[in-house]
């Protein structure tokens, strides 16, 4: 059975720091691009960061929608199956569910395809 299990979220304020943190089980999920997503109430579930792997090269390539850029990071480790979310500078703004997936390609995750979810993780931001 496959899981993704997301933990690491919590209440913090404004400008304050998380690391999220996806654990994966059920398949190999180092041959395929993670991802994460946030949503708010109300909202569509909104792309935030993709990550690829090779192991030929032993490299990651990143993607970011550009409203998180240079405030959060991607990053994986495969030995782990696990991906995290480092998310510095927080705003009120960021206040969301945050969910990981697994998907065929960075781009059907960049545009909200994913083959697996996570259950979400709720991050909050006070001002």
């Known amino acids: 059975q496959v899981q993704l299990v997301e933990s690491g979220g919590g209440l913090v304020q404004a400008g304050g720091s998380l690391r999220l943190s996806c654990a994966a089980s059920?398949?190999?999920?180092?041959?395929?691009?993670m991802g994460w997503f946030r949503q708010v109430p109300g909202k569509e579930r909104e792309f935030v960061a993709a990550?690829?792997?090779?192991?030929?090269?032993?490299?990651?390539?990143?993607y970011y929608a550009d409203s998180v850029k240079g405030r959060f990071t991607i990053s994986r480790d495969t030995t782990k199956n696990t991906v995290y979310l480092q998310i510095n500078s927080l705003k009120p703004e960021d206040t969301a569910v945050y969910y990981c997936?697994?998907?065929?390609?960075?781009?059907?995750?960049?545009?909200?395809?994913?083959?697996?979810w996570g259950q979400g993780t709720q991050v909050t931001v006070s001002s």
């Open positions: 997936a697994s998907g065929a390609s960075t781009l059907s995750l960049r545009i909200g395809r994913a083959d697996y």
């Open positions: 059920g398949r190999a999920f180092g041959s395929y691009p």
């Open positions: 990550i690829t792997w090779s192991s030929a090269w032993s490299s990651a390539n990143t």
